[in-house]
């Protein structure tokens, strides 16, 4: 049994869907429901998953620039 009492075979089918997956991190972000997600257009949500993927990477490339800032420092 997995964390809130969910089956484990949920837990993989979330896991294994990338689509599914997309739906939960553009909820999350909006603060939405999955089924609201699902009301938006393909075009806002494919526009949602752009903004969260360059956001993210955005991100990465400050926490590398950070690490190697702090590594140059010692």
Do not use: P
């Not at 949920?10 to 869907?17: I, T």
């Not at 990338?18 to 075009?43: G, N, Q, Y």
């Not at 969260?52 to 800032?69: D, H």
């Amino acid at each position: 049994q997995c964390v809130f009492g969910l089956s484990e075979q949920y837990r993989k089918k979330l896991v294994g869907d990338s689509e599914l997956k997309a739906m939960f991190a553009v909820a999350e972000h909006l603060h939405m429901t999955v089924s609201d997600v699902m009301k938006m257009s393909l075009l806002e949500f494919k526009g949602w998953l752009a903004y969260l993927n360059i956001k993210a990477r955005e991100q990465r490339k400050q926490s590398g620039n950070t690490r190697a800032n702090n590594i140059r420092r010692r």
